[in-house]
């Protein structure tokens, strides 16, 4: 697992700063650096309402053998893209931004909450 996330802290820097070169084509910087700082605001503003104890609800679901509740899901969820617009760069920008599409929300949890009773060796949920 450790490596999984060493590749991750090498390989997406090093994808944004090749995307962020690649757009220095086409547009000014200054215009690229207002774009991550205006999304950095959005983040923010966005996470205010979420609280980091969803992490450790989830954890203690998971523990007593319970899948989430899809509420709890999406409030997670809705964190974490907002963790991601916080996060400099582009990439991470547009990965923030498509986790607050309803449809592709509610697809992710759906998958989530699947993949969780399947570690668990239950049977996946119905749609």
Do not use: H
Request: aromatic share 8%; with cysteine; proline share 6%.
């Amino acid at each position: 697992m450790w490596w999984i996330l060493s590749l991750l802290l090498v390989i997406v820097p090093s994808l944004e700063i090749w995307v962020l070169i690649q757009l220095t084509y086409l547009m000014p910087l200054s215009t690229i650096f207002l774009q991550c700082i205006v999304t950095l605001a959005a983040g923010v503003w966005l996470m205010q309402g979420e609280n980091f104890s969803l992490w450790t609800l989830v954890e203690s679901e998971l523990r007593n053998r319970r899948i989430p509740a899809e509420e709890v899901m999406a409030d997670l969820l809705l964190w974490i893209g907002g963790v991601l617009l916080v996060v400099p760069g582009l990439l991470t920008d547009a990965l923030g931004l498509v986790i607050f599409v309803p449809a592709v929300r509610q697809e992710s949890i759906r998958w989530l909450r699947n993949s969780m009773l399947k570690t668990m060796g239950r049977p996946p949920l119905e749609s």
